[in-house]
């Protein structure tokens, strides 16, 4: 069947510019989706890299003011995987010009930003979505799949973590290109916003809602040389961050984010632990997920490690052949075929943005609490 074009006007070039771009390009190849993305635009403010993106995209026009991408009459949805200050002007001009909106995580830098952010959309009833793209591992979605089945039963725990070790180097400086994340003007937060983030969006996803934080947070590096100004600045995003959280349904949680972990990449983890069994998951071993059933018969009982490639293992069965493995880019493949399948069916595609405030406000309780050394609540 003819599927109708969607054209894609994209803000942003980088790290995420690629991992978007690659997935609207590859989604038709695998999916049978009603729609067939059309990468129309690129915008950033450097003309010549954007034109060189396009180029290596196939991007078919480049623009180098988002206002006048989001005014394009042949642009239907906007995604925006420009850094994180920018997200709040360029959806909310999306939104009420009747696009689409896809944003990249976290959708604001505080939840005061992303409320406004969530309004517009809703607003203006455009389709609009959150890359946060683990939940579409499939052994995550595996994950959820069993938890919602009730197969490990009452929860009790969860476990996350995000371990990375970039930013260790004391002359490593902050601001500009790639090393905004260091930049809380520009990022919001630190490994707070930036890691954590996943880690709560997937465990709300999976065990529901965070109701109360108890946090601590650290930045080793107190000054840094400032790319933009020129000058040595203080830093403002926290280095590392951990809390403990109370869930809904009555089970316990710990979180822990760093950059400073030495020999850790992006070494995130969850394990969960239920009345009847148990799962962990680890992006490095991504494909696998480790599954404890104390119901299996006491002699072999014992953590098995499910290989999830296999055709009725999620997404799976639109990849290659059973046993064969897929990797990070997947997941965001996943998402735009999600996206499209609920946008050509007047359905939701979540994360939306309203579950993306969610996570938005637990990371603004941790950094609150980290601040009076108290318990916070999760949802204000
Ligand atoms: C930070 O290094 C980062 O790129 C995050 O911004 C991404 O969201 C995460 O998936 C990998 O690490």
């Known amino acids: 069947m003819a599927k109708k074009p969607l054209n894609v006007g994209i803000v942003g070039y980088g790290f995420m510019g690629r991992t978007h771009s690659n997935a609207f390009s590859q989604v038709n190849h695998f999916f049978d989706v009603p729609y067939r993305p059309v990468l129309k ?39 925006i995987a420009s850094p994180n200050d920018t997200h709040h002007d360029i959806a909310i001009a999306a939104a009420k010009a009747g696009k689409m909106v896809m944003c990249e995580k976290p959708l604001g830098r505080s939840a005061a930003e992303s409320l406004k952010m969530v309004e517009a959309v809703e607003k203006s009833k455009v389709p609009n979505m959150v890359w946060y793209n683990y939940r579409r591992v499939p052994a995550v979605t595996l994950a959820k799949q069993l938890i919602d089945e009730g197969k490990l039963g009452r929860i009790f725990h969860y476990r996350a973590k995000f371990l990375q070790d970039w930013t260790i180097s004391k002359d490593l400086p902050q601001g500009g290109q790639g090393l905004w994340r260091l930049d809380v003007d520009v990022a919001g937060s630190g490994v707070t916003g930036d890691l954590l983030a996943h880690c709560i969006d997937t465990a709300m996803w999976l065990n529901g809602g965070i109701t109360k934080v108890s946090g601590m947070t650290e930045t080793f590096i107190k000054e840094r040389h400032h790319n933009i100004t020129g000058k040595k600045e203080v830093v403002g995003i926290d280095d590392a961050s951990l809390f403990l959280a109370r869930f809904a349904n009555g089970s316990l949680a710990s979180f822990e984010a760093t950059r400073y972990a030495r ?19 680890d992006l490095h071993d991504l494909h696998r997920l480790q599954y404890f059933d104390h119901r299996d018969e006491g002699r072999t009982r014992g953590w098995r490690s499910l290989h999830i490639t296999d055709g009725d293992h999620p ?59 108290q318990w916070e609540n999760a949802n204000d």
């Open 263 to 281: 020999g850790h990449k992006a070494l995130y983890t969850f394990e969960i632990n239920g009345e009847n069994a148990s799962i962990a998951w």
């Open 315 to 373: 997404y799976m069965d639109k990849w290659w052949v059973p046993g064969l493995q897929i990797g990070y880019e997947h997941t965001f493949i996943h998402q735009v075929a999600d996206f499209l399948d609920a946008v050509g069916g007047g359905k939701v595609a979540a994360p939306t943005f309203r579950d993306a405030l969610a996570t938005d406000r637990v990371t603004d309780a941790v950094l609150k609490s980290a601040r009076t050394g």
């Open 41 to 79: 635009a690129v915008c950033a403010r450097d003309a010549g890299k954007a034109k060189t993106f396009a180029e290596q995209w196939g991007y078919e026009s480049v623009e180098t003011d988002w206002r006048k991408l989001v005014e394009r009459k042949d642009i239907d949805v906007i995604d």
